[in-house]
């Protein structure tokens, strides 16, 4: 019988992959907080409307049919999310936050769903960090976002990072520009592949991104949209660039910078890093302005950026970034079953309940001091606390420290105090 394995695209994470998620965790939840963003969970489940109007049908997510979506009772429909922000929008709307003191400044951590290939770093199933401002329009919430996300690198210990940048421009002046693009491209249609010529059909922008062979050099001459922005967006952009350099921060103007969701306006970035492999990208957002009124909303201006804990994790193991183990237990109860059995168990859980780290020898039968000493060696115990009938008889406990020091007999009633005065 053939054995069962994981489905395509998931993955198992281990307990040693889980030294590198909790402090990944735990240091973005100390940012978040640090910068005064509140968390909220969303639900994985949405009604496939809210990302048909969000997200947009020209995005891949559509186009390229990645999204887990099932059908329920009379047409409707309903999607595993494959991403949080529209989900964020529509949690602001439906819970009436535009009431709440403004902006309003969220996060959250979960699961997103895509299916689509597996590749390194990234899976059907992959957890993201998800920070967003929710209405303000000012470029400093856009800089608040890129460093907040920059700093978790940072104290992660990436090396070598730098902000990518570009602006999308806004309703108001990308179409003008999304024309001269085409314009530009239907001069080269003999040398674009078939995804790049649906790309162009359906988002060219999109182009902009292809990492087919020989767009480098036919994109070189194409028209960069910061130059044909709009008076407001050539302002919002000017204001960024002077907040960044005024903060002393590394950044790139990035003409071929865009994301593959139409909800776009505006302000997009990438955090970079170098030593963590061919990708550079680490974690990408930008502003939304639209999104409200797509999915039914009044006018809420918005920005965020989404980092993926899989590739953080990724690329910490890349960068020989290591983690500091997790907490083990200290001690070992052993015992030679029977009443000295139950007196460990016990003894145990009074550790535990004091705070001290405590591993308890499991035997149905009588079992060898040597086998559980053993067992203590292989997790690194500090010390192995006895317990026989002769120390059930004192109650006391033998303690035998792992580093070569002199066993001693302990009073049970003062263990505790005993171990953590060590």
């Known amino acids: 019988m053939t054995t069962i394995q994981r489905a395509k695209g998931m993955q198992d994470v281990l307990p040693d992959d889980w030294r590198y998620w909790d402090l990944v965790i735990k240091k973005a939840t100390e940012l978040a907080r640090l910068y005064g963003f509140q968390r909220v969970d969303l639900p994985i489940l949405e009604y496939t409307e809210l990302y048909q109007r969000g997200v947009g049908e020209a995005s891949d997510f559509f186009v390229q049919k990645e999204m887990y979506t099932v059908e329920e009772s009379e047409g409707i429909t309903i999607t595993m999310r494959p991403e949080f922000t529209a989900g964020f929008m529509r949690a602001y709307i439906q819970n009436g936050m535009s009431s709440w003191p403004q902006p309003v400044k969220l996060y959250t951590m979960g699961p997103a769903f895509r299916r689509e290939r597996q590749q390194a770093g990234r899976y059907r199933q992959h957890s993201q960090f998800n920070c967003e401002i929710l209405g303000e ?20 210990g990436y090396q070598g990072l730098t902000f990518q940048l570009n602006s999308t421009g806004c309703p108001t002046c990308k179409p003008a520009y999304v024309e001269k693009l085409v314009a530009y491209l239907d ?5 674009l592949a078939d995804i790049d010529k649906e790309r162009m059909r359906r988002n060219p922008l999109r182009v ?8 480098d050099e ?28 005024a903060l002393d921060q590394s950044y790139s103007i990035n003409f071929r910078l865009v994301r593959g969701i139409d909800y776009y306006t505006k302000t997009v970035f990438e955090v970079w890093a170098e030593g963590i492999g061919a990708q550079a990208a680490v974690c990408g957002g930008g502003r939304y302005d639209g999104l409200a009124e797509d999915i039914g909303g009044p006018a809420t201006p918005g920005v965020g950026f989404g980092s993926g804990i899989e590739r953080i994790v990724l690329g910490m193991r890349e960068a020989g970034l290591e983690p500091p183990g997790p907490e083990q237990p ?6 030679f079953g029977g009443a000295t059995k139950e007196a460990a168990v016990q003894l145990a859980f009074q550790l535990r309940a004091a705070s001290i780290g405590t591993r308890l020898a499991f035997a149905r039968n009588r079992r060898s001091m040597k086998s559980q000493m053993r067992e203590a060696n292989k997790h690194d115990i500090q010390s192995v ?6 120390e059930l008889e004192a109650e006391s406990v033998m303690v035998r420290p792992l580093d070569g020091g002199e066993q001693q007999l302990v009073k049970l009633a003062e263990i505790i105090p005993f171990l953590k005065a060590e």
């Open 208 to 215: 902009l991104d292809s990492k087919e062979p020989g767009m």
């Open 218 to 245: 036919l994109l070189a001459d194409a028209p960069h949209i910061v130059d044909h922005l709009c008076d407001d967006c050539e302002t919002h952009f000017a204001d960024l660039r002077g907040l960044l350099d």
């Open 137 to 156: 329009t000012d470029p400093a919430a856009d800089v608040e976002v890129m460093l907040l996300a920059m700093n978790l690198y940072r104290e992660l």
């Open 330 to 335: 200290t001690v070992l109860v052993a015992h």
């Open 385 to 390: 606390l006895i317990l026989g009938d002769s």
């Open 187 to 191: 001069q080269h249609l003999d040398k």
